[in-house]
């Protein structure tokens, strides 16, 4: 008869005791701040990158297409004061009149797609979307009877404005820095905000330039974490006070 005794392996040999290395994780050994950071800034150059090169990836696409039907797909461009072309909105920033206006709105596009991209997904869908709406159905109701406006270019000014203003807003001392270095290498941007060259869509540079500033105004998803800190606090303030404390 035999048995396993309970005094085996107790983790003393003829040796002396031998410490057990396995087991879990203590918390001396997690990730430093430092890693985590590291971490976090290559998750932000993934998610930039991605968003640049989708935006590339869809525009170039779409032109292709566009070009392979003989320009069909321009009619999807927004028809001001026309109902039927209003939800053009959508589809009118895909499209481009030639390769030279493709190519003229790839850089940039690109660029900004991907400085917005590294403040997160919701920054960027969030922004988008606010200079998407104020640009397009600004165009719809203010770009003019017969005409037809298509190309990226209003959202690029949205992108750009709401770069150039959200360090104002965030009370964030680099994104200010940067909308200043943003704002004086695209400074040439600016005339396209005037109605001097014909057949240039300036409504939807305009409205889509007062969209992004708006974005830069409004949302919340982008705040430096010591103001989101500072707003969470002032928040718990103010229900502790309706609370009677």
């Known amino acids: 008869m035999s048995y396993n005794s309970p005094y085996h392996n107790t983790g003393f040999g003829t040796s ?3 410490p057990n290395t396995s087991g ?3 918390p001396w050994n997690k990730p430093s ?23 590339l990836v869809v525009i170039w696409v779409v032109h292709f297409a566009n070009v392979l039907t003989g320009g069909l797909l321009s009619y999807y461009g927004i028809h001001p004061l026309d109902p039927s072309s209003l939800w053009h909105i959508v589809t009118s920033p895909l499209l481009h009149g030639s390769w030279e206006h493709l190519i003229g709105n790839s850089i940039p596009g690109a660029i900004f797609c991907f400085i917005i991209g590294m403040s997160g997904k919701r920054v960027f869908w969030e922004v988008t979307l606010i200079a998407g709406l104020v640009g ?4 719809w109701f203010f770009g ?13 000014y949205g992108w750009l404005g709401y770069l150039i203003v959200r360090g104002l807003f965030n009370r964030d001392l680099r994104q200010f820095l940067l909308g200043v270095v943003l704002a004086f290498i695209y ?14 869509s ?22 430096p974490a010591a103001l989101k800190a500072k707003r969470q606090q002032k928040k718990l303030a103010q229900q502790r006070q309706k609370r009677g404390f």
């Open 33 to 55: 701040p430092q890693l985590n950071q590291q971490l976090k800034n290559k998750s932000s150059l993934r998610t930039g990158l991605s968003f640049a090169i989708g935006f």
């Open 187 to 200: 400074s040439g941007l600016f005339w396209g905000l005037l109605p001097i060259q014909p057949g240039v």
């Open 202 to 223: 300036w409504q939807g540079h305009l409205f889509g330039a007062l969209g992004g500033i708006c974005a830069g105004a409004f949302i919340t998803s982008d705040d």
């Open 136 to 139: 397009g159905l600004g165009t």
């Open 24 to 26: 879990p994780v203590r």
């Open 144 to 156: 003019g009877i017969g005409t037809n406006h298509i190309g990226a270019s209003g959202l690029i």
């Open 16 to 18: 002396g005791f031998n």
